[in-house]
């Protein structure tokens, strides 16, 4: 059987993550205040509540994913400005360097 010849793989996506875990976290409050305020009668009838609790759950990790992702986000702003501020050393021609190969026993 031929394969097929392969793509190359896509760079990714800048995508700022706070915005989106922000957004679900809002969507997952949203759902557990529609669910305790107009569907709590109709869940307790059939025995499910525990989608108002899955959604409180998902409201309270969407916080602490909130938490995460902005502490990430200004550490890598921090890093990326340290970089920025580090001289770039010129680069030295493979010819000229030793070649030093250690090899482990």
Request: hydrophobic letters at 45%; a positive charge; proline letters at 8%.
């Amino acid at each position: 059987m031929a394969r097929r010849p392969t793509r190359p793989t896509p760079e990714p996506l800048d995508v700022d993550a706070v915005s989106v875990v922000t957004a679900g976290t809002v969507l997952w409050g949203v759902g557990a205040l529609v669910l305790a305020t107009f569907g709590r009668g109709w869940l307790s009838d059939h025995d499910d509540e525990w989608w108002i609790w899955t959604c409180v759950a998902g409201f309270v990790l969407g916080l602490v994913g909130i938490a995460f992702v902005r502490r990430r986000r200004s550490k890598l702003g921090r890093v990326a400005a340290a970089r920025a501020e580090q001289p770039v050393a010129p680069a030295v021609p493979a010819e000229t360097e030793p070649a030093q190969r250690t090899e482990k026993a």
